[in-house]
């Protein structure tokens, strides 16, 4: 098969244009990215039950906390609020210890995970009371402890004051336990417990998905949502205000997701009903996220919506409650943006980023859609006002709802198409939205191709979903991924109208999942891409500058389930070739070039057969290989059936 490149430049690719999506689902944040160790650190967390228009959350603040020794007799705990370490968490755990050598230990998840001769840092706060002597913090399996340390309290005092100690790992395991225990009796209150590993980054994010977030070299990253910023009810929003300042007075909020796939079947109560946001990961980490990562970042603010498919809430447009919602997007500019005599600025500042963050994007809702109550188009355009007013070099991010191919989606275009004459500013991209099977995706590499140029596109969410045979760990099939690679042909191809591209959900826990398939999985102990991940990366890591026209019999090419695209980086000089082969056959290119080819690189994604995919227990099943090539392999490319290829000539 015959494939000329041609050097007739394209359509120019912008700079960083693949990048994240971050949602706190299936436990990406706490249990997750967030490398807390410890589950209601601040015995807070509520049970949340419920489905639409109705959820009821209940105070459970002993959640994942048990006495130590198991049910025994001579240790109290109780949760209380009567002299609170902070008022925005005021409740803590107030144990009497009635026997030497008693405590309390938590179920941290699946458990402990520690790593041979890493320090992990311990602290907490006590209001010692009546109490003197030791306090014993360590991690045990099967009686066989692997890690310890003492904090000998030699006076009892009123007030709260932290405590730290470092321990490390004689050894490593898994799935072990917490234990804080009292080497003498009396009374003690405790709060905020907190056990970090020590190679987390910036002392807040789980190392080994941090960095396969920073090898993946994105553009941006959108956070923190997703349906989280609309909440079931508007009580559950995501609240960017209250996720920065000291870590003790974020103040802790159930999870949208608690309450995902309730029915009367499991009688309205998730087997995820403790699913908990401490914001120990807040708007100042996501934007230190984005510094060690290199993304740009692209929050995405409330419109007074509470999320479209689980409630009907609404602050309407006129009710001057409604203002502060425009407010917390005014001020969250100011806290990214503004120097240390602003009130936001200089809390930036406080927590320890003097310099400005630089934000340049923001999202006006999530993924909100026009109805005859909703009226999303006016809300929009009410926050374009208010921000360009301020700050009019502010690049707004808008919605078109769900899906595609319906009529929300064709009236919202229709929206930003008329609003945008004569105002090239109102946005700089719409979101769009699509989760649909493999099929779609092969069927639709030339969706953007008559797409109007005069408003751009953010293709904000995208995966393929293959049926799914063997659990939610399957969903992540190589077939799937070859599919999202051939559609990214196409979004690349037109990368004059679709300026950004990100895949979602990012993260899922083994174990934690609302919903397949995701990106990155994990466990305790590990962490894994999937198939998609390694698309993503591929297209992330290497996007040239501009497109290159190509001579070939796309017909054929595509009927053979072969799609390509080629683009040319001109700090290195050199092509780039993307082509998926998602057929059964082998497929032999003989490529032409209009400039000299002697040499050239290629990294190479494929599996077993379509249908496999990655798990714990087999990470690299479906993977990728690179290899170089000769000036004569050049000349002939080999596609084996099931394959993602990128070369570099």
């Known amino acids: 098969m015959k494939l000329q490149i041609t050097n007739n430049k394209g359509v120019d690719i912008k700079k960083g244009m693949m990048g994240l999506f971050f949602e706190d689902i299936n436990y990406g944040a706490d249990g997750g990215l967030y490398a807390e160790m410890i589950e209601n650190r601040s015995f807070e967390f509520l049970k949340t039950t419920g489905v639409n228009n109705a959820y009821t959350p209940e105070y459970d603040g002993g959640y994942g906390w048990s006495k130590y020794p198991k049910n025994s007799p001579f ?6 609020t009567f002299a609170p370490l902070t008022e925005e968490n005021p409740h803590y755990l107030h144990v009497r210890a009635m026997r030497p050598n008693c405590g309390f230990t938590n179920k941290a998840y699946d458990g402990i995970f520690l790593k041979k001769d890493m320090e992990y840092h311990v602290s907490f706060y006590m209001n010692t009371l009546s109490y003197t002597g030791g306090i014993k913090v360590l991690v045990e399996k099967d009686g066989d402890v692997f890690s310890q340390d003492v904090i000998e309290i030699t006076e009892a005092r009123e007030g709260w004051k932290k405590y730290e100690l470092t321990m490390k790992a004689r050894a490593s395991v898994d799935a072990a336990s917490f234990h804080i225990i009292l080497m003498s009796t009396g009374e003690i209150d405790f709060d905020c417990i907190s056990m970090m590993p020590g190679d987390a980054v910036y002392g807040v994010f789980r190392k080994d998905l ?10 941006f990253l959108r956070f923190p949502g997703g349906c989280i910023i609309e909440g079931n009810d508007l009580k559950n929003r995501y609240r960017w205000k209250k996720s920065v300042g000291h870590i003790t007075k974020r103040k802790a909020n159930w999870n949208r997701w608690s309450t995902h796939g309730n029915s009367d079947k499991n009688n309205y109560t998730s087997e995820f009903a403790h699913y908990n946001q401490t914001l120990g990961i807040g708007y100042f980490e996501y934007f230190l996220l984005c510094e060690y990562i290199g993304a740009k970042a692209v929050p995405v603010v409330n419109v007074g919506l509470a999320c479209q498919y689980q409630s009907e809430e609404l602050v309407a447009t006129d009710d001057p409650a409604f203002q502060e919602f425009i407010r917390d997007a005014l001020d969250l500019v ?10 936001w600025g200089a809390l930036r500042a406080e927590m320890g980023h003097v310099e400005p963050f630089g934000l340049e994007f923001i999202g006006i809702g999530n993924e909100q859609w026009e ?22 070099e502010m690049k707004l991010i808008g919605s078109a709802g769900p899906d595609v191919h319906t009529e929300r989606y064709d009236a919202a275009w229709k929206f930003y198409h008329e609003a945008s004459r004569g105002k090239e500013t109102f946005t700089y991209a719409v979101d769009e939205h699509y989760y649909m099977p493999p099929e779609w995706f092969l069927a639709n590499t030339h969706f953007y191709d008559e797409y109007p140029r005069d408003v751009k596109v953010f293709s904000g969410e995208y995966a393929a979903h293959p049926k799914r045979t063997g659990g939610v760990k399957s969903g992540n099939t190589l077939e799937g991924a070859l599919s999202e690679a051939a559609f990214l042909t196409g979004v690349e191809r037109n990368a004059d109208v679709v300026i950004m591209a990100s895949y979602a959900p990012l993260l899922a826990r083994v174990g934690y999942v609302q919903w397949a398939p995701d990106m990155i999985w994990f466990d305790a ?23 290159l026209a190509m001579n070939a019999d796309m017909v054929t090419m595509e009927e053979k389930k072969i799609f390509a695209n080629a683009s040319y980086d001109v700090e290195t000089g050199e092509i780039i070739l993307k082509i998926v082969n998602a057929g059964e056959e082998e497929i032999v290119f003989e490529p032409a070039f209009d400039k000299e080819v002697t040499n050239g690189h290629v990294i190479t994604l494929s599996g077993s057969c379509p249908k496999a995919y990655n798990t714990i227990e087999e990470p690299d099943k479906v993977t990728t290989a690179e290899y170089e090539l000769s000036a004569e392999e050049c000349k002939k490319l080999v596609l084996k059936p099931y394959t993602f290829s990128v070369y570099r000539f």
């Open 75 to 80: 240790i109290a705990m109780e949760y209380q």
């Open 210 to 219: 941090a960095d396969l977030l920073k090898e993946m070299q994105p553009g």
């Open 334 to 343: 100011e806290f990214a943006n503004g120097d240390t005599t602003t009130a």
């Open 371 to 392: 109805t005859e109550r909703v009226d999303f188009f006016h809300r929009y355009t009410l926050f374009e006002d208010a921000i360009h007013a301020k700050y009019p």
């Open 525 to 547: 102990k590990t962490a894994y891409g999937s198939p998609s991940y390694h698309v993503q990366k591929m297209y992330a890591c290497n996007m040239g500058d501009y497109t």
